[in-house]
């Protein structure tokens, strides 16, 4: 049974990337079967592990087949579909085509589905499918939200990042109402939390009356080893295992694995 | 002679909006007559001024009625400029239409033209013009690049802000060929520096290599004051002045407005 996680939040800079790798490479090390779909044309997520030029089969290329649904083979996806420093992931990277895609579907039949197809054929063979998604409520996105079982909220300890929920909220009931009934909200993930500041509790709090229940326990706190791991291609996991960024990221893996028994 | 500065980087959260905010703040505070337009649909650097509601005319209410040129009047322009708790700054504020200009705007003829109509009407009554875009290339970005004469690039001292420079340069190039053949780049900003932190030191080293001589002297510190202020509604300058954050941004005021005396 695969999950399958959008990261989605339209503020930029809240930490959906380091999100999506660590969390991702983190269910890797749990030995789940794990694919990392990087979804910004900025291809951040691809950068974080290890893979900065162009490749000739990306998931804009994926996206470009899934215009044909009943065309679109199982072999031709897979050839867009990486494998990384880590036995139990694979990533299917971004392109810089992807920032044209929004143009390319302005006119599509079902221009909001390409991702799902594509989804609905990969999915048997992993547990966990994360998607990384670009700071915008365009249409990158809304595919990302169609094709998601969840949506995990990165919420950045800052005023500026509380005053976007509204409207990401509003978006998230549209694509549930039109797209995608099933879609649920996983939780809103603290970030960048520094426990000396002020800010970082209020901003806390904020979010934690707002979502109610839907938080996670988990609290990633501010650690300059999670912003040093990308400049080397790796995970945190791989780049320093014993700090606390590393250590929250996996603790995420376990508390959403053991969300999943508790049913 | 009014100057107009875009305020870009597609990466998210590397302090466009704060700088939008704060620089602008300082030049009032020199008694610049300054103008600060809100292209974001986030709205950010509204409620950084205290506009927390809709207002009912604002950027894109100014937006659609610059679609016929010639029956564009000041007057109207004006509704859409609002005051603010500095006496030479006032603000054109963002409002959430702002997010389907895009999608309004496919088939519009002269779509990259309607900021740069407003602007060249509004230009004689202020000394500077500071433009806030969103986190992406989009068709908003463009718009705010064609109407500049020069852009602030602010580069968050981290390894991902880096990677996104030269999709930047290359937009830049392309509308410098296409739309605004005087676009200069005002320079790279430094932000969130941590003199602490090696990695802050070699992004700031790599950066003065990728811009050479166009990297400005002032750096802004990482400085919870400026992450503060927003939420009481005001620039840096009127919530704590003697801070290192509201220093930085009056010192970039002044060394831009030395820029110009050097011609
Ligand atoms: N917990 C953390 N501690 C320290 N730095 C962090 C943390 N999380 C993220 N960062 C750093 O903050 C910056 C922003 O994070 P990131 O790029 O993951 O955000 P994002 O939401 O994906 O941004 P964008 O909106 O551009 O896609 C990055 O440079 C990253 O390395
Ligand atoms: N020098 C600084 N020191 C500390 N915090 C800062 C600094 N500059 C910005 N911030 C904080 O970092 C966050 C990101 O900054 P800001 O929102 O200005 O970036 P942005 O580029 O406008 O983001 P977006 O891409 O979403 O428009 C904000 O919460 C802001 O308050
Ligand atoms: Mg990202
Ligand atoms: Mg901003």
Redesign the pocket.
């Given at each position: 049974m695969s999950k399958v996680i959008a990261v989605c939040n339209?503020?930029?800079?809240?930490g959906k990337t380091t999100t999506s790798v660590n969390l991702a490479a983190s269910f890797a090390v749990l030995e789940k079967k794990t694919l990392l779909i990087d979804m910004d044309p900025q291809g951040n997520a691809s950068q974080g592990l290890g893979i900065n030029e162009g490749q000739d089969e990306d998931i804009h290329e994926a996206l470009y087949l899934a215009a044909s649904p009943d065309t679109l083979k199982k072999e031709e996806l897979e050839k867009s579909v990486k494998s990384t420093k880590l036995d139990f992931l694979k990533i299917m990277p971004s392109g810089p085509d992807l920032a044209v895609l929004e143009i390319e579907l302005v006119n599509a039949m079902s221009r909001e589905r390409r991702l799902e197809r594509i989804i609905n054929i990969l999915k048997p063979d992993y547990d966990y499918i994360i998607i990384d998604s670009p700071?915008s409520l365009n249409l990158l996105t809304i595919n990302v939200l169609t094709a998601a079982s969840s949506v995990l909220i990165p919420v950045?300890c800052?005023?500026?990042?509380l005053q976007?929920l509204a409207e990401l909220f509003n978006t998230i009931r549209l694509v549930q109402k039109n797209l995608n009934n099933d879609l649920t909200i996983e939780g809103a993930l603290l970030t960048m939390f520094d426990i000396r500041l002020n800010l970082s509790k209020q901003v806390a709090e904020e979010v934690k009356t707002c979502f109610s229940k839907k938080v996670f326990q988990t609290v990633i706190p501010r650690n300059i080893k999670l912003s040093e791991a990308p400049s080397h291609g790796k995970p945190a996991i791989l780049y320093d295992v014993q700090n606390k960024g590393t250590q929250a990221y996996m603790k995420l893996a376990e508390e959403i694995i053991q969300g999943e028994l508790d049913g």
């Open positions: 339209q503020k930029g800079g809240v700071p950045q800052e005023y500026y990042a976007g």
